[in-house]
Nanobody, 125 residues
Framework: QAQLVESGGGLAQPGGSLRLSCKAP???????????IGWYRQAPGKQRELVAT???????NYGDSVKGRFTISRDNSRKMASLQMNSLKPEDTAVYYC????????????????WGQGTQVTVSS
């Protein structure tokens, strides 16, 4: 089972920024490069939802609620991905999960593959 290490969560004020990172230190590089990387989030009492995904060739896709505020990136040589979150809002408060998958999920479903343990992001004044 691949180990994904997430970091960068914490407390931010509305309008502030945070940067999340996801690393796969034990994964073989060629295997890592075959995955699409995604960030998903789950707020209390809500379903887990898409935040952003990025393919090996760095084609990115964003959930409607974060477009224009969040930016996903990946560094294949370092086997890591990042999520830069700007203009944070209280409704961004959630546990954020990193995911690696090969096959895109059916509409409305979550992908299979590897999941990180999650990192808490809280946006509050």
């Amino acid at each position: 089972q691949a180990q994904l290490v997430e970091s960068g969560g914490g407390l931010a004020q509305p309008g502030g920024s945070l940067r999340l990172s996801c690393k796969a230190p034990r994964m073989i590089l060629s295997v890592f490069n075959g995955y699409t990387i995604g960030w998903y989030r789950q707020a209390p009492g809500k379903q887990r939802e898409l935040v952003a995904t990025i393919t090996f060739d760095k084609s990115a896709n964003y959930g409607d609620s974060v477009k224009g505020r969040f930016t996903i990136s990946r560094d294949n040589s370092r086997k890591m991905a990042s999520l830069q979150m700007n203009s944070l809002k209280p409704e961004d408060t959630a546990v954020y999960y990193c995911n690696l998958h090969r096959d895109p999920p059916p509409p409305g479903e979550l992908p299979q593959g590897h999941w990180g343990q999650g990192t808490q992001v809280t946006v509050s004044s």
